[in-house]
């Protein structure tokens, strides 16, 4: 029996920006395509293997309570090249927020850096062994 309270799969990641098209553009840029979905104080971009979405939101809509700086929990986004994306992110604005890190004993299999996006979102990447697998796994 199929369990519908399962998390099945990252759907939507939200960040919030008081300059929405600034942020619009800085996210273009990086990404290096346009936002597929665009409304007045929300910009959605589909990337990734999965076709996962970021969305921009104007911190207008941000829900009550919402912190006004790094806070929370970090999603990971696999690259392929863990020191190149850091280094192009931090030379496009960002900052440091945590360096790479190794979570898997030194065998390279997990391993993490972020950093705080010009709009105070924590970003965060990573290589990820499991990530390659279940790619692997579904091109069979």
Known sequence: MKNSHVLRGLATISFYATDHEAAKKWYSEFLGVEPYFNVSGYSEFRIGDYQHELGIIDARFAPEGT??????????WHVDD?????????????????PITDHSGGKGNFVTASVVDPFGNILGIMTNKHFLEVLEDGKR
């Open 67 to 76: 912190a006004k700086g790094p806070a929370g929990s970090i999603a990971y």
């Open 82 to 98: 863990l020191q190149g994306t850091l280094d192009h992110l931090i030379s496009s604005g960002a900052t440091l927020y945590q």
